[in-house]
């Protein structure tokens, strides 16, 4: 649903609304076109809002802590917090957001997990794919987006995390690169060798040295992790049956998806789901 600025900005908003079992109650998505008067006040914001610059140069202030923010930048307002924004009026800038309200767990609950809780600046990411999915996600006015809109601000989320263990030579290299093309395929069969010899004309190899050495874990280890992250989430947050879980996560069948999980949380994923029904699956 198309809606119009509050603050009478140049901005293009849609407007997406749960149900009583979405993970999120409300957000809005947008694009802000140049404008040397943007400027945006809210005292102790209910929400949150992430954010990625295009073009052009801005201020962003929450609570004492002040940045500028320029062109390839990322930051994120968390809730509860007094927050002053404003485009620069010699280079306004351009930039396109999703700001989440109501039910605000599930972005809480993925900060905390990535490590990244009351981060704010993050600058030079250069990846706003996953903003722009949305965007036309809302846009398109889609019957229950929910699910695709649960994973795609998973998918940011967790990007932004991982661009905290890379040094600024490190963030221009090839590997952040193949592991951002991999995150965006966890839904499909993964073939390392195939994707950096296809793909990339890269070494397989030499790939998972160095991917080890910038995240500590093996490629083959963190694609399993952050399909089982994902099936946690589904497990925890939708009534999909297991074997459709394992099927939109490209396991081989659902019985190898429940022996890998068993394997990394103890539990099946049919213990789990119970386990998340009474509460107790934040310990596992």
């Excluded at 609570?63 to 062109?71: K, L, T, W």
């Excluded at 398109?140 to 990007?159: A, K, V, Y």
Aim: charged residues 25%; neutral net charge; aromatic residues 14%.
């Amino acid at each position: 649903m198309k809606v119009f600025s509050e603050y009478n900005n140049a901005e293009e908003i849609y407007k997406y609304v749960g149900t009583t079992n979405s993970t999120m109650l409300h957000a809005l998505v947008g694009i802000s076109e140049p404008d040397p008067g943007y400027e945006i006040k809210r005292t102790n914001s209910d929400t949150y809002s992430i954010e990625y610059v295009y073009s052009g140069e801005g201020t962003i202030q929450e609570n004492d802590s002040i940045f500028n923010v320029s062109a390839g930048d990322f930051f994120i307002l968390h809730p509860n917090k007094y927050h002053h924004y404003y485009s620069n009026p010699k280079k306004p800038w351009r930039k396109i957001w999703v700001v989440i309200n109501g039910d605000t767990h599930f972005p809480t609950d993925l900060l905390n997990a990535y490590r990244i809780p009351e981060r704010i600046y993050f600058p030079k990411i250069n990846s706003p794919l996953e903003l722009e999915n949305i965007f036309e996600l809302i846009k398109s006015n889609t019957p229950d987006p929910t699910i695709e809109l649960e994973r795609l601000i998973f998918s940011t989320i967790q990007s932004l995390g991982y661009s905290g263990y890379m040094n600024s030579a490190e963030n221009h290299s090839l590997i952040p690169i193949i592991k951002d093309y991999i995150d965006k395929r966890l839904n499909t069969k993964i073939n390392i060798n195939e994707i950096c010899k296809v793909e990339f004309s890269t070494s397989p190899e030499y790939f998972s040295r160095a991917f080890k050495k910038m995240y500590g874990v093996s490629p083959s280890q963190y694609i399993l992790q952050q399909k089982l992250d994902l099936a946690k989430m589904l497990l925890d947050k939708t009534n999909l049956p297991v074997h459709e879980i394992s099927d939109r996560l490209a396991f081989f069948d659902a019985s190898h998806f429940s022996r890998c999980f068993k394997q990394t949380y103890g539990i099946s994923p049919k213990q789990y789901r119970e386990s998340a029904k009474n509460g107790d699956a934040a310990n596992k």
